[in-house]
């Protein structure tokens, strides 16, 4: 059984030497990154070398969570998208044994160049998807750099055509949480606060994503879209499936649910428990065997896909990668769902075998 991991993260070092004779270095844009000891992130003998101590072991490679918008404009980040992807599709024809995808970075803050770039990677490099941080941080002249507010959520319209593309393409939108905006700041504290933005602020806004997704129509215009959610669908909409399904017909029967109209109502038809599961998760809880199991009583053996969150964890992605494994063979499911977590659904969604 082959185990394909769908969150295997990657900076290609040909996109890291473009950053060198411009105005914002990488060492500025990567933050923390470098110092949470992640070697395997751009180093490619080290990160075979940890994927050579598990059999049958392949990976999707997806970008990182370091976004470039909220440090270049859009007449930059295009070029900057295409050096990225353009690296990391030569990586993948060096060693398709390994890596048996890859996942297109696209320059979100100009939407013209990223349909080219979406077309350009899927058509002629045979990419399998995009990734799409949440929230979209501007470029502000002057200011490069994260501002909480100019953030915008990823339902607006203006993203409406990459929905649109992508829903004909019939391919995988992977969704990752960035920045330090999920959690709220209080006075006289500066933001960040003991990770907390981190471990419990990235979870809240891949799960309001989810919510702003469903509320805004998206799943309803274009129901063959699939969105990859990090961390099993956010960790906290499985655990709270029955409050946020209550709450929407209790505030949409009151004419409380702001943004919903009877014009625009995609609830009329089809209830919010049943939307959430129209998201597929990643098996990314590193080694919460109870947490996998939570995930898959709301989104089931079809919709939850093996993703480790490779390498961010001290160990070169060896320690998230066999507490994942170890964590899915011990879920109390049968062996055929193990397989379709492991393998199968990848090989769908994806259109592996095509």
Excluded at 164 to 193: C, F, Q, T
Aim: hydrophobic residues 40%; negative net charge; proline residues 6%.
């Amino acid at each position: 059984m082959l185990k394909i991991d769908v969150y295997a993260h990657i900076t290609p070092q040909k996109f890291i030497d473009a950053f060198a004779k411009r105005s914002v270095s990488w060492e500025v844009i990567s933050g923390i990154a470098p110092a949470m000891g992640n070697p395997t992130l751009t180093d490619l003998s080290k990160r075979l070398e940890v994927m050579d101590r598990y059999e049958d072991y392949v990976q999707v490679l997806t970008p990182t969570g370091q976004v470039i918008e909220p440090w270049y404009g859009p007449g930059e980040t295009p070029e900057l998208s295409q050096i990225f992807n353009d690296a990391v599709a030569e990586i993948i024809a060096k060693h398709p044994d390994k890596f048996i995808a890859g996942v297109a970075q696209i320059p979100i803050n100009n939407i013209d160049a990223s349909l080219k770039e979406i077309e350009r990677t899927i058509e002629d490099l045979h990419f399998k998807g995009i990734l799409l941080h949440t929230p979209i941080y501007q470029y502000e002249e002057g200011k490069p750099g994260y501002n909480y507010e100019t953030m915008k959520p990823i339902d607006l319209p203006e993203f409406m055509p990459i929905y649109e593309l992508m829903d004909k393409y019939n391919l995988p939108i992977w969704i990752h949480p960035v920045g330090s905006g999920g959690v709220p700041v209080y006075k006289g504290e500066a933001r960040g606060m003991f990770g907390l933005s981190h471990m419990l602020g990235w979870p809240i806004e891949s799960a309001v994503a989810m919510g702003r997704i469903i509320s805004r129509g998206i799943l309803e215009k274009y129901p063959k879209l699939k969105f990859i959610i990090h961390h099993c669908g956010s960790g906290l909409v499985p655990a709270l499936i029955g409050r946020i399904a209550n709450d929407v017909d209790k505030f949409r029967a009151a004419n409380l649910l702001k943004g919903v109209t009877a014009e625009a109502d995609p609830f009329k038809d089809k209830n919010a428990a049943d939307y959430y599961r129209m998201f597929y998760a990643d098996t990314s809880l590193y080694g919460d065997t109870s947490g996998l199991m939570c995930g898959y009583d709301l989104f089931g053996p079809e919709h939850i896909l093996f993703g480790t969150d490779f390498p961010y964890d001290r160990a070169g992605g060896d320690k998230f990668t066999k507490k994942t494994i170890d964590a899915v063979y011990k879920m109390t499911i049968s062996d055929s769902d193990k397989k379709m977590i492991f393998e199968d659904n990848a090989r769908r969604i994806m259109k592996l075998d095509r």
